[in-house]
């Protein structure tokens, strides 16, 4: 709308013919309710802007004050969880003795991290931690040091189990390590470089079900599988030591990280994996797992196209120039499993790359008898085995 529309029309003149009247000039129809339009929008908007400013002010305090005590609240929830767990983590020095090439007695080092499982004093640690060395030195938070003993080695996993003569520990509580997900928070605790000790960490489940081949920095090498991957910063010495949930319980015990090149990448064995183990060592002092006494490769759609089998996910028995597919006298061929057979369900339990068939054998008890089912010929059959233990070495 233009000036012009706002401003008095001129009085059209009258005809000569007729009289002259005066008329006065009138304002347009529309003026005032223009007016009442225009005065309204201008209050709407000037309210609009007082009520927003009134209003967001204090939303937005309202949210900086949520989001400064939700931080408060993690916070205070990681310096309880530090604390309550702490007494539970010690820090362990391993000492060996060996000759040098001129005849020159040493002293070889190590340093890594335990954690309390019994009040009177087993530790569970890394194999790792404990290979090669012959003392073992475990101090505890309050600075306690003890003379540890070696009680066991698992020898299908990097799990071992270190006696001190204490009473009266605090013991570390185990979470279900099968509940975990992938983005939970968790905060690992360790000896870090083997001399700052109860050094706490904070991260993410990053992954889960990873395979790898960890190295013991002497030449040696394991494979490990399904294990949790965190990006919970665990430095050399923090092995051994406990992956924590925010309930401070334990759900793994950190074992390795990945090669040169990579950024915040932990791994860390289940902790319900670990509890067979306990369990026998606790009533029996010595591990004792359940085996199927077969040698295997697990199956990936790839190496079922290659090979041409009917299915792409199980356990193949397979041996090679040195072991046989099935062990003779072992449990699988006492149920008569022979190498070719793909095993994809054990007491109910599938058996997949994710769980391959030593993770899921670990979960029953020696003695117990299980269902198993395979594939022989194309055809899925099932047989009745009753696990034994495992020997010392082998399968």
Do not use: W
Not at 77 to 93: C, D
Not at 225 to 253: C, H, K, M, R, Y
Not at 290 to 315: C, H, K, W
Request: charged share 20%; hydrophobic share 40%; no cysteine.
């Amino acid at each position: 709308m233009t000036d012009n529309d706002t401003k008095p029309k001129t009085p059209v003149a009258a005809k000569s013919d007729s009289p002259t009247v005066p008329q006065l000039a009138q304002k347009p129809k529309n003026a005032s309710l223009f007016t009442t339009i225009l005065v309204a929008i201008l209050s709407g908007v000037l309210g609009a802007a007082l009520y927003g400013t009134a209003v967001k002010t204090p939303v937005l305090n309202n949210l900086v004050a949520q989001n400064k005590q939700v931080t408060l609240q993690e916070n205070s929830a990681t310096i309880e969880l530090a604390k309550n767990v702490g007494p539970s983590v010690v820090s362990i020095n391993t000492s060996a003795a060996t000759q040098s090439i001129f005849g020159l007695d040493q002293t070889q080092k190590g340093a890594g991290t335990g954690i309390i499982v019994t009040a009177d004093g087993i530790i569970l640690t890394n194999k790792h931690v404990v290979d090669g060395a012959d003392s073992f030195t475990v101090t505890t938070t309050d600075g306690k040091e003890y003379k540890g003993k070696l009680l066991a080695k698992d020898p299908a996993n990097d799990v071992a189990f270190l006696k001190i003569e204490a009473s009266g520990l605090k013991v570390a509580e185990l979470g279900d390590s099968d509940n975990v997900q992938v983005g939970q928070r968790v905060v690992a605790i360790g000896n870090a470089l083997g001399e700052f000790a109860n050094t706490v960490t904070t991260g993410v489940i990053s992954g889960k079900s990873r395979p790898i081949e960890a190295s013991d920095g002497q030449g040696g090498t394991e494979q490990l599988s399904n294990l949790f991957q965190t990006d919970a910063a665990i430095n050399p010495g923090n092995s051994g030591g406990p992956l924590v949930n925010i309930e401070g319980q334990v759900i793994g015990v950190n074992t390795a990280v990945a090669g040169q090149g990579a950024q915040n990448i932990g791994f860390s064995i289940p902790i319900n994996e670990v509890k067979m183990a306990l369990e026998t060592v606790r009533t029996q002092g010595k591990i004792e797992r359940p085996y199927l006494g077969v040698r295997y490769v697990m199956i990936t759609e790839a190496f079922a196209q290659r090979n041409g089998l009917p299915i792409s996910d199980g356990a193949l028995l397979r041996g090679d120039d040195q072991t046989l597919a099935v062990l003779r006298d072992s449990p699988a061929a006492k149920a008569g499993l022979r190498e070719g057979d793909i095993i994809t369900k054990i007491g109910g339990k599938d058996v997949n790359r994710k769980t391959p068939l030593q993770n899921v054998i670990v979960k029953f008890k020696v003695g117990e008898t299980v269902e198993v089912i395979y594939f022989r010929d194309g055809k899925e059959q099932k047989a009745q085995v009753k696990l034994e233990a495992a020997p010392q070495t082998g399968q």
